[in-house]
Every structure is written in structure tokens, then in C-alpha cells.
């Protein structure tokens, strides 16, 4: 696996545990084993990796990383299909969350 893959791969276990909106480039780092300025090497700005998590979200149906994209007006998550922002949503809305 690349450097880039694995960077990837940590931001999208960040934002599954921290949420989509609270991943760091220092803690994306430390789970994918480099220095918080190597992630920045691999995708220019944090801008371009959430991009990068919420593209392989919704190309891998990460329900949870959708809805809050969804929530957020993430350009990516509002782009993914209907039937799957609406299954994200109903998933993982506050009110699933209580049942």
C-alpha cells in the first residue's frame, strides 16, 4: 500500500471515529504512521483529503462519513444518489441514534 493510501485509508478511519468535520492532518498522521506535514504532502490541503474521504465514502457506501457530509452540504456527499443520502441519513440521524 502507498503512502497516499495509507493516508487515506487513516483519514477515513478518523472520520468514522471522530467525525468527518473533526479529522486533523496531526491525527490523520499518527494513525497512518507519517508526520502531520506528510499528509499535507500527499493531498496539498486538508480541503483536498475530506474530498478525498468523502469521494471514497460514497464510492464505498460509508453510510456514517455520508450523512454527516450530507449534513454539512459537503458538494461530494450531495452529489452521491438519492437512495443512498436518504439511507445515510435515516441510518445514522439522532433519532436512530436513541432507539
Do not use: W
Not at 10 to 20: D, F, I, K, L, P
Not at 44 to 58: C, D, E, G, I, N
Amino acid at each position: 500500500m502507498s503512502t497516499k493510501d495509507r493516508v487515506l485509508s487513516a483519514a477515513v478511519s478518523e472520520a468514522v471515529r471522530v467525525g468527518y468535520g473533526n479529522i486533523t492532518r496531526d491525527g490523520v498522521g499518527k494513525v497512518a504512521g507519517v508526520c502531520g506535514p506528510s499528509v499535507l504532502y500527499h493531498f496539498r490541503s486538508m480541503l483536498a483529503l475530506k474530498k478525498a474521504v468523502m469521494a471514497y465514502a460514497v464510492r464505498c457506501a460509508i453510510l456514517e462519513i455520508v450523512a454527516q457530509g450530507v449534513v454539512s452540504r459537503d458538494p461530494v456527499a450531495e452529489a452521491a444518489p438519492e437512495c443512498m443520502r436518504v439511507s445515510a441519513l435515516l441510518i445514522f440521524s439522532p433519532q436512530s441514534a436513541q432507539r
